[in-house]
């Protein structure tokens, strides 16, 4: 189910790939209650809550109203307490806030800063099994990043050493520096990417705070932010990255395992599951001029599935086909629809996407969708058109969530309706030109004095981040 909360204004919608920011409660009266949060301005980061079958979220409530437009992040006890750990807007000092989870709502705590000292941005916060929370950061100073990293015994209060301490410095300087706290049998595991050529970690045993050498997962040449890492029931460590190409690596323990090449193109959001010890990597890809699918791959034998699309939704559509009223005469578009070529969306009788009153233009898929990416060759002026769907029995009109659209611009993100759960529960499927499916269709209400031809459409959306639940 997708589910439209509000829109951000932050730099950082939903943070950065090694983030954490959906969680289930685990145990009690609201076990299972899932709490999702955002930063939805360049300063405030709000929390709203669902419980099965998550068709509806609470009211979104604030819970940090001093972030700086930086990312944060988070994690959940057992308990369901929730600790932020972010960047203070006024000073970029490193700080956490505590959200004690009591009668099924969580309570903002008190400020608790963590280093003072130097500029502070992507943190990453763990704990260990006895309660000890760790924090990893990338620190700028003299105008370089360094990893480091320190830990809290009371519940994040204060941290060995006070503020004033950056406490260990766990990598050299360099130009970038993003990292990520995971923790495998006795020991934390800090990973990180460094100066855009450099993934490594470092880890130490819970018992001690002193942190092995270093040593290297893989070198590259476009190593950033664009990474994750998680941990099997079985204890092994999946590694995902993208390096103009998606690739894995796992450490079993002892050994890494060899460089695996998921997908030979570069990809965004990287993100890792284990399900039952299958590891299940998704990530964003490019499909053509702002569009991203949601792509996946599992290992459940010896080797990666091909990577599919997880949201068949969001994906070229079915079939489009334009209608020539003069002429009464469909044409198949569907393959101009889904190629880049330009200006190639047009009826083979006018020349045009649409022109005169009463042509139309039909946008088929087999799944309900909310949404058309619009690429046009040319623009339209002086036309309207109407917006509709068939209920069974007619055809409704409608506007679109994103706005009244004549075809009048080159470049069109259209939201037909806000999110899944908003399309109307009455459309239903008809037979056009000998094709039964999902419509929508845009009909001519006035005629165009200049007449818009189409590049490319799809139901592929722009999507910046996406996050798996903890």
């Known amino acids: 189910?997708?589910?439209?909360?509000?829109?951000?204004?932050?730099?950082?919608?939903?943070?950065?790939?090694?983030g954490k920011r959906i969680f289930k409660v685990s145990s009690g009266q609201f076990a299972g209650r899932v709490a999702a949060l955002y930063q939805v301005s360049p300063s405030e980061i709000k929390l709203s809550y669902s419980d099965y079958p998550y068709s509806l979220w609470s009211t979104p409530t604030t819970v940090i109203n001093d972030s700086a437009d930086f990312p944060f992040d988070a994690i959940m006890s057992e308990s369901g307490y929730i600790y932020i750990v972010y960047t203070l807007g006024s000073s970029n000092d490193l700080v956490l806030r505590k959200l004690t989870f009591s009668g099924g709502s969580w309570t903002i705590g008190a400020l608790n800063t963590i280093y003072n000292g130097d500029d502070n941005y992507f943190p990453s916060i763990n704990a260990e099994p006895g309660g000890r929370i760790w924090v990893s950061w990338s620190r700028l100073s003299g105008g370089q990043y360094y990893i480091n990293a320190k830990y809290s015994d009371d519940d994040g209060v204060t941290w060995p050493t006070g503020p004033t301490s950056p406490g260990t410095t766990l990598?050299?300087?360099?130009?970038?520096?993003?990292?990520?706290?995971?923790?495998?049998?006795?020991?934390?595991?800090?990973?990180?990417?460094?100066?855009?050529?450099?993934?490594?970690?470092?880890?130490?045993?819970?018992?001690?705070?002193?942190?092995?050498?270093?040593?290297?997962?893989?070198?590259?040449i476009n190593l950033d932010h664009n990474f994750d890492a998680a941990v099997s029931q079985d204890e092994r460590i999946g590694v995902i990255f993208d390096?103009?190409?998606?690739?894995?690596?796992?450490?079993?323990?002892?050994?890494?395992?060899?460089?695996?090449?998921?997908?030979?193109?570069?990809?965004?959001?990287?993100?890792?599951?284990?399900?039952?010890?299958?590891p299940y990597l998704i990530y964003l890809s490019d499909f053509g001029t702002g569009q991203k699918r949601i792509l996946y791959s599992c290992r459940e034998s010896d080797s990666f599935s091909t990577p599919e699309v997880l949201d068949s939704r969001k994906a070229p559509l079915s079939k489009v086909f334009c209608y020539r009223a003069i002429s009464g005469n469909f044409d198949d578009l569907t393959t101009a629809a889904e190629s880049s070529a330009t200006s190639d969306i047009y009826h083979s009788d006018s020349g045009a996407m649409l022109e005169d009153l009463g042509d139309t233009i039909y946008f088929g898929h087999d799944q309900k969708f909310n949404y058309l990416k619009l690429i046009l060759g040319s623009s339209g002026s002086g036309g309207a058109v109407s917006w509709q769907y068939f209920n069974g029995q007619e055809w409704i009109a409608f506007s679109p969530s994103g706005g009244i659209f004549d075809f009048s611009t080159s470049e069109k993100e259209l939201l037909l309706w806000d999110d899944y759960g908003s399309i109307p529960p009455d459309w239903q499927k008809k037979t056009i030109n000998g094709v039964e499916l999902l419509w929508i269709r845009a009909i001519v209400s006035s005629p165009f004095t200049i007449a818009p031809v189409g590049t490319q459409i799809t139901a592929i959306s722009n999507i910046s981040a996406i996050v798996l639940m903890e």
């Open 171 to 220: 990598s050299a300087a360099a130009d970038l520096a993003y990292s990520k706290l995971v923790d495998r049998g006795s020991y934390n595991y800090c990973i990180y990417t460094l100066g855009t050529t450099k993934l490594a970690y470092r880890k130490k045993h819970f018992n001690i705070t002193l942190w092995d050498a270093e040593e290297a997962i893989a070198n590259g």
């Open 243 to 278: 390096d103009n190409k998606i690739r894995y690596r796992e450490y079993d323990g002892s050994v890494w395992g060899s460089l695996i090449d998921i997908d030979s193109s570069s990809g965004y959001f990287p993100q890792i599951k284990f399900a039952k010890n299958i």
């Open 1 to 18: 189910m997708q589910y439209h909360l509000e829109n951000s204004s932050a730099a950082y919608e939903a943070g950065i790939s090694p």
